[in-house]
């Protein structure tokens, strides 16, 4: 589809959307109909398939619906029992697929006192590379002040390490910055405002989508520019880096004070031997915190 043809099928779901506004906009309208009938129509306006009609395996899919968060690789292999041949063992295929799976960092950012678990709606993917997530909602949701919802999709895109993700029910579309870390009482902090439209403009604002969000402008590397030009810091890592050395900095010295607590400790501690014992109990963390990391960016 290019980019003509692209706009003229924006268009008609446009105008679906505002001839039926009413209904579309109905408590009884759900979250299901809003993404079969409005968001992967939407989508597939910008060249994405998301129905899958070329029939691709399912490993090699680039948009995936309703994606898992992070399990241990023989749970996923149960999991995916039934997609491959028995003979097929972990070859190629089935370990990309694995990977696939495997994306979401374990986390222990919370919302509203209740652990943020939920799956994202939609991963968009190219040659084994998350590009960003959507999380939909449907069209009666108002999503300015859904703190919840912003939080969710910030959260998936920090701790996969993607860019940009991006929450939308049609009528609205909103794209965040994904690179700092979330926080729940924070919903206003990340919001690009050259992306913070609603369905009137999209016709109007239609290059901007397309050269940021189509699947020829992803491939062309179109999420790489908009995060050098608008989210990549000075050092071109993530904000998480620079977050998890002050969480560490932080444990460093709430392990000192517990330890400090304890007169026998500090009868047999000298600074010497203080500094040392953290040292040794921080290179043994960072060691296994680092595994980690690395088996996350791995599965990206």
Not at 165 to 192: H, M
Request: charged residues 30%.
């Amino acid at each position: 589809m290019n980019r003509k043809e692209s706009k003229s099928e924006l268009e008609k779901l446009v105008r679906y959307f505002e001839q039926n506004i009413h209904q579309l906009k109905a408590p009884t309208f759900n979250e299901a109909q809003a993404r079969q009938q409005l968001i992967d129509p939407f989508f597939e306006a910008l060249g994405w398939d998301v129905r899958n009609k070329l029939m691709v395996p399912p490993y090699r899919l680039e948009v995936i619906p309703e994606g898992r968060v992070r399990s241990s690789l023989g749970k996923v292999l149960k999991d995916q029992a039934g997609l491959f041949d028995k003979s097929t063992a972990l070859k190629e295929e089935q370990a990309e697929y694995a990977s696939m799976l495997e994306y979401i960092a374990e986390d222990e950012f919370k919302a509203d006192q209740k652990v943020a678990t939920k799956k994202p709606d939609y991963r968009f993917r190219l040659q084994g590379s998350t590009k960003f997530f959507v999380e939909a909602k449907k069209p009666a949701a108002e999503l300015i002040n859904n703190v919840d919802a912003i939080f969710q999709v910030k959260r998936y895109g920090f701790s996969a390490r993607v860019p940009v993700s991006i929450l939308t029910d049609f009528e609205e579309f909103r794209v965040f910055d994904c690179t700092r870390k979330p926080f729940y009482d924070k919903p206003k902090v990340g919001v690009l405002k050259e992306f913070d439209l609603t369905y009137q403009a999209y016709l109007d604002e239609f290059e901007r989508l397309y050269d940021a969000f189509s699947r020829e402008a992803v491939v062309a590397g179109s999420i790489e520019a908009l995060q050098k030009k608008y989210l990549e810091k000075r050092t071109g890592e993530f904000a998480l880096d620079r977050s998890f050395l002050e969480d560490l900095s932080q444990w460093r010295v709430e392990l000192a004070q517990d330890i400090a607590k304890h007169p026998k400790n500090r009868r047999i501690l000298n600074t010497y031997t203080f500094n040392e014992f953290l040292t040794a109990s921080f290179s043994c963390a960072f060691a296994r915190i680092a595994t980690l990391k690395w088996r996350e960016l791995w599965s990206n």
